[in-house]
């Protein structure tokens, strides 16, 4: 079954950079927006941003200025660019199709502290 798989996560300092990246395992990855999401614990997952099949961007406004979603369709992969990261920012980040939902991946773990 087609699946996603991030990684890319990991502890970083206040103010660090990660990038996220999300393999998509089926086809036709270039037909659907994708976004990512991120969850801390007891809460529900959140939309962070996405990008259309066309390429049009947009992100939540916690995050607008210092992440960048990209994805390439030939290599059926996501990237989530982070920057000036804060602590606010820990959580694990997931990617999917938010109109046309897949099996969620494990996540990876992405942890801001000094």
């Known amino acids: 079954q087609a699946q996603f798989v991030e990684s890319g996560g990991g502890l970083v300092q206040p103010g660090g950079s990660l990038e996220l990246s999300c393999a998509y395992s089926?086809?036709?990855?270039?037909?659907?927006?994708m976004a990512w999401y991120r969850q801390t614990p007891g809460n529900q997952r959140e939309w962070v941003a996405s990008i259309s099949r066309g390429g049009s961007t947009n992100h939540k406004d916690f995050v607008r200025g210092r992440f960048t979603i990209s994805k390439d369709n030939a290599k059926k992969m996501g990237y989530l660019q982070m920057n000036s990261l804060k602590a606010e920012d820990t959580a694990v980040y997931y990617c999917?199709?938010?109109?046309?939902?897949?099996?969620w991946g494990q996540g990876t773990q992405v942890t801001v502290s000094s």
């Open positions: 999917n199709f938010p109109n046309s939902l897949r099996p």
């Open positions: 089926g086809s036709s990855f270039n037909m659907f927006t």
